[in-house]
């Protein structure tokens, strides 16, 4: 298993940016893709945007393409996901996880064994 910790999660006002951050341990970071998610009130968990091990690869959910980064430092055992042009509907819980590399980018949810424990991002109108 691998241990993640999120952080830079807050409250910030539309059209804002933000930077998320999450701090891998426990095992060889560059096996695994990296994924972050987020969790609306009352709705499911969705892929915002997943990584390869490489950092070659990249998904983005269309809600968030073009105003969403992400990218990673092996070197630093950390995955960012770079947060511009926020809007309220952006509002949620982020949680950072990890799946083992398979040779191909996945997004369900089953594809990653570990998470974190998640950090509120809320954007005001």
């Known amino acids: 298993q691998v241990q993640l910790v999120e952080s830079g999660g807050g409250l910030v006002q539309a059209g804002d940016s933000l930077r998320l951050s999450c701090a891998a341990s426990?095992?060889?970071?560059?096996?695994?893709?990296m994924g972050w998610f987020r969790q609306a009130p009352g709705k499911e968990r969705e892929a915002v945007a997943v990584?390869?091990?490489?950092?070659?690869?990249?998904y983005y959910v269309d809600s968030v393409k073009g105003r969403f980064t992400i990218s990673r430092d092996n070197a630093k055992n950390t995955v960012y996901l770079q947060m511009n042009s926020l809007k309220p509907e952006d509002t949620a819980v982020y949680y950072c996880?990890?799946?083992?590399?398979?040779?191909?980018?996945?997004?369900?949810?089953?594809?990653?064994?570990?998470w974190g424990q998640g950090t509120q991002v809320t954007v005001s109108s």
């Open positions: 990584i390869s091990w490489t950092g070659g690869s990249t």
């Open positions: 996880a990890a799946g083992f590399w398979r040779n191909r980018l996945t997004t369900s949810a089953g594809d990653f064994s570990s």
């Open positions: 426990g095992r060889t970071f560059i096996n695994y893709k």
